[in-house]
T-cell receptor, first 115, second 112 residues
Framework: DTAVSQTPKYLVTQMGNDKSIKCEQNLGHDTMYWYKQDSKKFLKIMFS???????INETVPNRFSPKSPDKAHLNLHINSLELGDSAVYFCASSHYGTGTIDTQYFGPGTRLTVL | ELKVEQNPLFLSMQEGKNYTIYCNYSTTSDRLYWYRQDPGKSLESLFV?????AVKQEGRLMASLDTKARLSTLHITAAVHDLSATYFC????????????FGQGTRLTINP
């Protein structure tokens, strides 16, 4: 009965490779997010989708491309991986209703290591 | 741009003591969250504070919000080892769409 799930949990890869992270939520939420947590534990939003529509796109390199095939799924594809991309990536979901976002529920995270 | 600052960033305390974590933010907001993160784990929602003067309590943790001062506090009463974790505050910020902006986190270590 996992609420927000991500795969894979760990990802180790070489510089220059392309990789994807998948996220699924079964909470019935209409909004999903990608966050990046760096080595100092700082957490910053990257993207947000509401009903499959991109609503937040922070200043993220265009090597990062999110895709939301439906409201329950949000994937993140990263091209030409760089050392600085090493981080933990969290997916989250929430209901975006009554004019404001409700509590966001986070997935377990994907620890990406670029060698 | 909204800035969210927590103080202190690191806190080591003895079991049984009381302490407070502070969260200041730079722009008006009407919603603030506190999250807990255990090492290597995900973020768990603790509290949502919706209005000025809001106070929420769960066990040994109590959170409050002063929107006029743009300040939230997370108070720990009679700390126990199980409360060791990193605590984040996060503020809803409207810039087109709404987004959560997180503080730097406070790493709390409670020693027996």
């Amino acid at each position: 009965d996992t609420a927000v799930s991500q795969t894979p949990k760990y990802l180790v890869t070489q510089m220059g490779n392309d990789k994807s992270i998948k996220c699924e939520q079964n909470l019935g939420h209409d909004t999903m997010y990608w966050y990046k947590q760096d080595s100092k534990k700082f957490l910053k939003i990257m993207f947000s989708y509401n009903n499959k529509e991109l609503i937040i796109n922070e200043t993220v390199p265009n090597r990062f491309s999110p895709k939301s095939p439906d409201k329950a799924h949000l994937n993140l594809h990263i091209n030409s991986l760089e050392l600085g991309d090493s981080a933990v990536y969290f997916c989250a979901s929430s209901h975006y209703g009554t004019g404001t976002i409700d509590t966001q529920y986070f997935g377990p995270g994907t620890r990406l290591t670029v060698l | 741009e909204l800035k969210v600052e927590q103080n202190p960033l690191f806190l080591s305390m003895q079991e049984g003591k009381n302490y407070t974590i502070y969260c200041n933010y730079s722009t008006t907001s009407d919603r603030l969250y506190w999250y807990r993160q255990d090492p290597g784990k995900s973020l768990e929602s603790l509290f949502v504070l919706l209005s000025n003067g809001a106070v929420k309590q769960e066990g040994r943790l109590m959170a409050s919000l002063d929107t006029k001062a743009r300040l939230s506090t997370l108070h720990i009463t009679a700390a126990v080892h199980d409360l060791s974790a990193t605590y984040f505050c996060a503020v809803v910020f409207i810039q087109g769409a709404q987004k959560l902006v997180f503080g730097q986190g406070t790493r709390l270590t409670i020693n027996p």
